[in-house]
């Protein structure tokens, strides 16, 4: 398994204003994944970050509105920019290890 | 496009019965196959993963899978109100990192 630690577990944050989630691994991984899970939705993908390159983003988000760090193997950092109420949601840092995908317990975040 | 689906639910049984999940995914390259549990409020919580087809017990969760009708199911058995949570069906396929994941069954197990 993988132990994973988000920061800050939530957030009331303001439209127009940033924040930046950290994700940290117990252990090196080489990718690290964010989505984003909506209230009573899916999880969305929202980009893969491997260290030492840019991340990979999927189709409707952009490196501008979601600008990500992997400095090193066990640490990546997520941040939301320019928020609006649309951005309300839970963001998840996920790893993989031996073929299975670990969740981190999530970031709630509320743009007001 | 990956599919995986599932039906939304909610899946009613009572406690002490088996719930019964299913999931299909439409691609065929698909070899890593995975059943996750959300609680409300929390994150996902990897709890079977099965690669080859037939059966995979773990205490009281047994996966299925069948590759021919791409077709992966989640037995509970002796449901209790704690299982009571929304299970995510996940299916990777070979040599791609990324899962797709269903959109989930909420499972409500009534006392």
């Known amino acids: 398994s993988a132990v994973i630690s988000q920061k800050p577990s939530r957030d009331i944050c303001q439209r127009g204003t940033s924040l930046t989630i950290q994700c940290q691994v117990d252990?090196?991984?080489?990718?690290m994944f964010w989505y984003r899970q909506q209230p009573g939705q899916s999880l969305t993908l929202i980009a893969t970050?491997?260290?030492?390159?840019?991340?990979?983003?999927e189709s409707g988000f952009v490196i501008d509105k979601f600008p990500i760090s992997r400095p090193n193997l066990t640490f990546s950092t997520l941040t939301v920019s320019n928020m609006s109420p649309e951005d309300s949601s839970i963001y998840l840092c996920?790893?993989?290890?031996?073929?299975?995908?670990?969740f981190g317990p999530g970031t709630r975040l509320t743009v007001t | 496009q990956k599919e995986v689906e599932q039906n939304s639910g909610p899946l009613s049984v009572p406690e002490g019965a088996i719930a019964s999940l299913n999931c299909t995914y439409s691609?065929?390259?698909?070899?890593?196959f995975f059943w996750y549990r959300q609680y409300s409020g929390k994150s996902p919580e990897l709890i079977m993963s099965?690669?080859?087809?037939g059966d995979k017990e773990d205490g009281r969760f047994t996966a299925q899978l069948n590759k021919a009708s791409q077709y992966v199911s989640l037995l509970i058995r002796d449901s209790q109100p704690s299982d009571s949570a929304t299970y995510l069906c996940?299916?990777?396929?070979?040599?791609?990192?990324?899962?797709?994941f269903g959109t989930g069954t909420k499972l409500q197990v009534i006392p």
């Open positions: 252990s090196q991984v080489t990718m």
């Open positions: 996940a299916v990777k396929s070979e040599g791609y990192q990324k899962v797709t």
């Open positions: 099965i690669y080859s087809n």
């Open positions: 970050a491997n260290q030492g390159s840019e991340a990979t983003y």
């Open positions: 691609d065929r390259g698909s070899q890593s």
């Open positions: 996920s790893v993989v290890r031996a073929d299975e995908q670990y």
